[in-house]
Each structure stands twice: as structure tokens, then as C-alpha cells.
Nanobody, 126 residues
Framework: QVQLVESGGGSVQAGGSLRLSCAVF????????MGWFRQAPGKEREWVAR???????TYTDSVKGRFTISQDNVKNTLYLRINSLQPEDTAMYYC????????????????????WGQGTQVTVSS
């Protein structure tokens, strides 16, 4: 059974950093296309970043330079490092997986990922 479990969220002040984790159970995280999404209050869930089985990464424009997606295939864990946190980063953050080792070039929609975690809350105060 595939399961994704996020952790690492919290309440931080603007300018701070967080590292979100997503523990993967039931398959090898390094064999799937993995992604991070976020959903702010009153807004639709949006794609943030993805990583393929070869370690290739892609980010949405608004987070480039501040967010870093990575994975540890030994620990079977996906990470999202967020630097210079801003109040607009406040959201529930979700990890997601697609059982395809090669992410598609435009893979960023909710329906393109099969498995989802329950989310971890990030709250940034100014």
C-alpha cells in the first residue's frame, strides 16, 4: 500500500527557513515522479516543484531561487527546502507521486499525480 506522510511544517517569521519532509511507504521514491503542491486559504491547490527518478528538478516561476526539492533514496524521503519565507508562502503543503520515473515536461496538475499525502501546514508571519 502506497502512503505519503509529510512533516516539518510550522509557524515561522518572514525571512526564516523550513525543510519539509515526505516519507514514502510502499514503493521506492526514487522510481517515481515526485512533486510538491501547496494550497493557501481560499485558493486552489497549486504545483510548486517536481523531481524525477534521475534527480532532474523543475519549479514554478514564483518559487525559483528560494525552494529546493530533493530526495534521499536511502531514506525513501522527499524534501522541500524553503528559504526566505514570505507571508504569501502560508499554505498547506502536500507531497504527491506519479508511478512514472520520468516526469512529463508540463506535469503540474493535480490529476497527473496518483498518490497524495495529508499535508503539513506552513504559516509565515510578517
Amino acid at each position: 500500500q502506497v502512503q505519503l506522510v509529510e512533516s516539518g511544517g510550522g509557524s515561522v517569521q518572514a525571512g526564516g527557513s523550513l525543510r519539509l519532509s515526505c516519507a514514502v511507504f510502499g514503493y521506492s521514491s526514487g522510481s517515481y515522479c515526485m512533486g510538491w503542491f501547496r494550497q493557501a486559504p481560499g485558493k486552489e491547490r497549486e504545483w510548486v516543484a517536481r523531481i524525477d527518478s534521475a534527480g532532474g528538478t523543475t519549479y514554478t516561476d514564483s518559487v525559483k531561487g528560494r525552494f529546493t526539492i530533493s530526495q534521499d533514496n536511502v531514506k525513501n524521503t522527499l524534501y522541500l527546502r524553503i528559504n526566505s519565507l514570505q507571508p504569501e508562502d502560508t499554505a498547506m503543503y502536500y507531497c504527491a507521486a506519479d508511478p512514472n520515473p520520468n516526469c512529463r515536461n508540463t506535469q503540474s496538475r493535480n490529476y497527473e499525480f496518483l498518490y497524495w499525502g495529508q499535508g503539513t501546514q506552513v504559516t509565515v508571519s510578517s
